[in-house]
């Protein structure tokens, strides 16, 4: 055989086999741009017909990069409103959401770097989730499964220069924090955490309001929509700040249907019951995330709570959440210090 | 040292975090993309992980490497993640002949999966116990038809072998040592724990159930067969967790659990109790949980050997200083204390039943009387109790 058949068989081989691999998930577009999300280049987030970004009140802190957020509804479907739980959103339903960091958090005009996008798609099967990472040119975002770890520099809010590790989640990872009980599901796309007034170039409207005026969603009522608080904003109760904040980092595990029920700590909004707060509670299988303290709250006491603790390191045996943690949320952790600080014993 | 030679290590270094990351890369996508029924092999070697390994919503999977010891994940260098190897929402999945090194957190989670089966598993923190080890080594939770056979468990700064919120389960063959404690089984219904060795931890194996969870009542344990001795390790844990307040000396632990069979293991050389039944008061936690029952009853002891040479207990902790202080048993420990806080308001009283251990002795401590009466008189307790035990692993 000829050295060129050789070759032109083994390159046979490797069209097929590549073939063969992907061929189960033949559906998964393979590079982000192919659904069409954006206008012009794509690295610009400029979305097209029908693509609808959207705000929350409070959102997850991820090692501090920034996100931009839409939604993709099927023409002419709707969002379903419900008061707790994510709206019942229709098949087809996609949710992408980009994250990014400043190249200067002060001057936002001088460019941005984007990591990783986020896409939740509403399938026959249930929600799934797709991971797409972008490349160093900025030129497009490739599906992958199985995650990454990328060191990225920017200079924070300071003015100081930042370097920091990055995990991209795998896929499995998705899940672990959008598993409720046996079911897949969005959380931001829910009343509390949408329910707020979003500036546009022409007008401030609310922004549940603008979604059931455009027919994106359905059975709004006229009152009694729960608002969480953003818990940046000072002229909220530090009670509403904290809870917020809580809510939208750790409810989505730890709450009574979440994957963080193991450890009888609750603490999305809809939990009353203050021991399980965390107030005067003991950790259950915290090993070292105990840090030799007994309770995950003590009331006026931050220093000895392990809940602070916890979200005082990087350490990955140690902190909370699990994910998006490659950087101390100092922020984060000095609201709920002032907010333990503030209870009474 | 040279420039040259220093940008040579570094671009060594850069090499080697990238191998790192591809080897990463490459295992997380093989436990992604494996088929149900599939099966994962992982050849003979060390491979360097970053972050956690993890496998979500498979039926039948089996990951298998070449042997405890020749297969070694190791995760001294994570990064993300808080555990080695986590395995949730799947059914019939095993793990099989590897070994799961040094990670941050606990080695080997499995979190709401109908059909777990450890196989020839090591999990090992391999400077030993230090309270910098993560919890667990071993750790299904909220599990059912767990089995857990021919493992080893070493350093774990809470449990070794761990299994939680979980029901119809069998541990055996296996071994647990330097450990917070060895094996322990938590608000879980139905297990087994039989032919396995428990040495040098803190507590040997523990039987608790804890207030504050979903499932809150455990019971029905079997514990047989099992060699429990010189389980005087100093108490490695962090404050705070339960297991922090396990007194070193101890051999079996049965704390606020119900219907608990103890019979035919050899318990030799654990200094401070070969056995103890105690209720959840004498952790001095404070109970906020109305629906949790913090006494321990329906608890058989029979047919083991008991053994000690004549020393005093460990004094560590504050169980010791209440051995010092109040206690004072001086050589003469018993091997099987009670705490004697018991449910007054009980229908049925909380029993307890203690017959034909070979050497056996005994001690009701009084604890909720500041243990003023200690009793060591054993006769109230000579009484037999058939505790039910079906596992059904199919």
Known sequence: MKKGSIILLLLACIFLMSHLQTSRESVTKQKLSEYGFFDGPIAQLKPAAGVIPYELNSSLFSNYAEKIRFMVLPPGKAAVYQAKKPFDLPLGTVLVKNFYYPVDFRQPDKGRYLIETRLLIHEETGWNALPYIWNADQTEAYYDVAGDTRTIGYIDSKGKKRTTHYAIPNKNQCKGCHTNGKEFLPIGISARHLNKTVHSESNSANQLLIWAENGWLKNLPDSGVPANANWEDESSSIDQRARAYLDINCGHCHSVTGPANTSGLYLDMFNQDPTALGIHKTPVAAGRGSGNFSYAIVPGKPEKSILVYRMNTIDPGIAMPELGREQIHKEGVALISEWIKQMKP | MKKTSLLFILSLLAIAASA????????????????????????????????????????????????????????????????????????????????????????????????????????????????????????????????????????????????????????????????????????????????????????????????????????????????????????????????????????????????????????????????????????????????????????????????????????????????????????????????????????????????????????????ANGFKKISRDMKGYNCALNIPVTINLQ
Not at chain 2, 251 to 280: F, H
């Open chain 2, 20 to 367: 790192q990351q591809d080897i990463q890369r490459k295992l997380q996508t093989q436990l992604i993309e494996v088929e149900n029924n599939g099966i994962v092999l992982l050849p003979e070697g060390t491979y360097f992980l970053t972050g956690t390994l993890s496998m979500d919503g498979k039926q039948g999977v089996t990951i298998r490497g070449k042997g405890r010891d020749k297969t070694i994940l190791n995760f001294a260098n994570q990064i993300s993640g808080a555990e080695g190897i986590k395995i949730t929402n799947g059914s019939n999945i095993r793990l099989e002949n590897l070994t799961v090194q040094n990670t941050k957190g606990d080695a080997i989670k499995t979190q709401l999966v109908d059909g777990i089966h450890f196989l020839q598993v090591k999990t090992e923190w391999t400077r030993g116990a230090n309270s910098s080890n993560g919890g667990y080594g071993i750790y299904p939770v909220q599990c059912q038809r767990v089995l857990i056979d021919s493992c080893y468990a070493r350093g774990a700064s809470d449990a070794g072998i761990y299994v939680g919120q979980s029901h119809h389960i069998i541990v055996r063959n296996s071994i647990a040592t330097e450990n917070v404690a060895g094996i322990e089984i938590e608000n879980s219904l139905y297990a087994e724990v039989h032919n396995n060795e428990a040495f040098n931890n803190t507590g040997g194996i523990l039987v608790f159930d804890l207030p504050d969870l979903i499932v809150k009542k455990g019971g029905f344990t079997k514990l047989y067969n099992n060699q429990v001795y010189e389980n005087n390790h100093v108490n490695f844990a962090p404050k705070g967790n339960i297991v922090g307040k396990v007194p070193p000396g101890t051999g079996i632990m049965v704390l606020a659990a119900n219907n608990v069979d103890i019979y035919e293991n050899r318990i030799s050389n654990n200094r401070t109790a070969g056995t103890v039944v105690v209720s959840y008061y004498i952790t001095e936690n404070p109970i906020n949980d109305s629906t949790y029952y913090p006494y321990p009853s329906n608890i058989y002891i029979h047919g083991n050997v008991y053994e000690r040479k004549k020393q005093r207990a460990t004094m560590k902790g504050r169980m010791g200083k209440l051995f010092r202080f109040k206690l004072r048993f001086g050589k003469n420990v018993p091997h099987i204390i009670y705490d004697g806080i018991h449910d007054e308001k009980a229908v049925t009283p909380n029993q307890l039943c203690i017959q034909n251990n070979q050497g056996e002795s005994f001690a009701n401590i009084d604890a």
